[in-house]
């Protein structure tokens, strides 16, 4: 049973930063691309950093040189460190594997304000 659970939320001011752990089970997670995504409220999902599974990473124009995506493929692990937050980066984050029909986890909140 595949399973995607994502943590490390919360509330952080403007220029703080968090990272965030997304625990996967029940995949061949060396064999993915991961991807992290976000939902602000009224909008739709965006895709924000991704991994391939040769470590390569590409990032949406919004997060480039804030956010920084990694995995450890040891533990089924994808993080994100996020930086200089900016209170248009509040939103619900998620992570998943590209291409797939993995269910998605419940994701992590994430809230940027003074």
């Known amino acids: 049973q595949v399973q995607l659970v994502e943590s490390g939320g919360g509330l952080v001011q403007p220029g703080g930063s968090l990272r965030l752990s997304c625990a996967t089970s029940g995949i061949i997670f060396r064999a993915y691309t991961m991807a992290w995504y976000r939902q602000a409220p009224g909008r739709q999902r965006e895709e924000v950093a991704v991994?391939?599974?040769?470590?390569?990473?590409t990032y949406a124009e919004s997060v480039k040189g804030r956010f920084t995506i990694s995995r450890d493929n040891a533990k089924n692990t994808v993080y994100l460190q996020m930086n200089s937050l900016k209170p248009e980066d509040t939103a619900v984050y998620y992570c998943?594997?590209?291409?797939?029909?993995?269910?998605w986890g419940q994701g992590t909140q994430v809230t940027v304000s003074s």
């Open positions: 998943n594997a590209k291409l797939s029909n993995f269910p």
């Open positions: 991994i391939f599974y040769g470590g390569a990473t």
